[in-house]
């Protein structure tokens, strides 16, 4: 082994510790060996392929730019698996195939096998096809670009708490609410600041499907051992829309276990869901108490103050001046669906008045956004209708989407079956996905039987009465 190199390998390993820490160095970094220069790459060697990926993905640029500061003609850095690591007999979790026939990964991912991947410096893409153990944080998505007001104060509050690694007596934090409302922009902020205040600090934050997926792969590599040290070395640990891990019973038992083995260790974990613990359909009853544990908070609807302020935060985020104000309290009124919509309707306002040349008022509003407005008018979302009935009739929302069939439960959701079919554009195979998976025909009968009962159960008629009442106000 050529000397010099081998002594630029140890420079690039000591500013690596430097910047990264000892926690993050002795886990990913120092397990690399050094292998050789050839031509413009440098080759590294990894004992696994989920260590090759993860170095990759989180150090593989600052190897690359590192070893460049020692030697310019280093433009790439090649990492490979060591022939033969980590390949003994498999574990009992290795060989057991049938509990995840159901959680194949997608092809690409599949195609994502051993050998080397690399990093590259040059211009084209890089030509790694190395799956990342974590998700692409948004730069947008940060704290001083949240907009905090009366329904999501709560859920702001707590994020700051745990970025600021202040001391916290809640473990989880879950954050739970409709779509478009704030809930993995708190989640980025989050993982942003800590990474800002404290780089050492080992922050994995992905979503519950590429969760699931990174595990389904360490299975069939092989590699499980590898997967559980890199999941449960972690400082913060972060996961997005966990209902995703409804019927993934291996891969529940895998975070059920990841879960225990970070509180233990006064680890902090953050969880977000589009409904609250007790209302996760399918998942464990084990893991709905764990998740409930510490700090739930409901992020609510938006309200009208909230939503303006929120246009007038992207308006000064975007530098534009001059924007009528009644315009946007217009938005304001009549958007109410979730911030996504609000923000992308202030967009295609703005671009439709660059692309005609039309000043932006009342009436270019009315006109530009007429589709958007009119279904706004009308926006009554199944989601709302099931949270609605199930309060109303004092059942879980979960019963919703539950095979139960005591009349007890399943009255209450053929009236919501009915009032999704009046109040929603939704087809009935649409209806019946939302209701279970359920069949076309179930949704037929329960439309069918509530117009029957309707007729003749005065009390029954009544309740429907005040539920449409209260969603179409």
């Known amino acids: 082994m050529d000397q010099e190199y081998a002594g630029q390998w140890q420079r690039v390993c000591t500013r690596l510790r430097s910047e990264f820490g000892d926690a993050a160095y002795n886990s990913w970094l120092r397990p690399l060996v050094f292998e050789r220069i050839d031509g413009d ?48 007999a498999a574990s009992p979790a290795d060989r057991d195939n049938n509990d995840v026939e159901n959680e194949a990964a997608p092809a690409a991912e599949r195609a994502s096998g051993g050998g080397s991947a690399r990093v590259s410096g040059r211009a084209t893409a890089p030509e790694s096809r190395a799956l990342r153990m974590g998700s692409a944080l948004d730069l947008r ?51 942003w600041h800590i990474h ?25 590599d092989r590699e499980t051992m590898a997967f559980k040290q890199i999941f449960r070395s972690a400082d913060v640990l972060m996961i997005d829309d966990v209902q995703f891990f409804s019927r993934k019973d291996s891969t529940q038992e895998e975070f059920f276990h990841t879960f225990n083995e970070l509180v233990d260790q006064n680890k902090q974990i953050v969880i977000s869901a589009d409904r609250s613990p007790s209302d996760l359909e399918d998942v464990e009853e084990r893991i709905r108490s764990r998740l409930g544990w510490g700090l739930v ?14 246009l007038e935060a992207k308006l000064a985020r975007a530098n534009v001046v001059g924007f009528p104000p009644k315009v946007l309290e217009f938005l304001a009124h009549r958007i109410t669906s979730n911030i996504r919509e609000l923000e992308g309707a202030l967009n295609r306002l703005i671009a439709h008045s660059h692309l005609v040349g039309r000043p932006i008022n009342l009436e270019m509003t009315q006109e530009a956004l007429q589709d958007l407005l009119r279904a706004n008018d009308r926006r009554v979302t199944i989601e709302e209708i099931q949270k609605k009935v199930a309060q109303h009739f004092n059942i879980r929302l979960a019963d919703m989407h539950s095979a139960r069939r005591a009349r007890a439960v399943a009255r209450p959701r053929q009236v919501a079956m009915y009032l999704a079919k009046q109040l929603t554009t939704r087809s009935l195979p649409e209806i019946g996905r939302k209701f279970g998976g359920r069949d076309h025909t179930t949704v037929m009968h329960a439309v069918k039987r509530i117009e029957e009962l309707r007729q003749t159960d005065a009390t029954l008629a009544e309740d429907i009465d005040l539920l449409r009442r209260m969603l179409e106000g």
Request: aromatic share 12%.
């Open 297 to 310: 908070v409901d992020i609510h609807q938006t309200d009208f103050e909230l939503r303006l302020g929120i």
């Open 141 to 191: 998505y940060q704290f001083d670009s949240f907009v905090v007001g009366k329904s999501n104060e709560l859920a702001y509050a707590a994020a700051r708490r745990v970025a600021d690694a202040a001391p916290v007596n809640f473990n989880p934090l879950f954050l739970y609410g409709g779509v478009g409302l704030g809930k993995t922009h708190l989640m980025h902020a989050i993982a």
């Open 196 to 220: 800002e205040r404290d780089p050492s600090r080992e922050v994995i934050y992905l979503s519950a499907e590429r969760f699931m997926y990174q595990f389904v792969r360490a299975l069939r």
């Open 41 to 88: 790459m440098a080759h590294l060697q990894a004992p696994t392929r989920f260590m090759r990926d993860w170095v990759l993905s989180h150090y593989g640029e600052r190897i690359r730019t590192f070893w460049q500061a020692e030697d310019k003609t280093v433009r790439d850095i090649q990492i490979a698996v060591h022939s033969g690591a980590n390949r003994g």
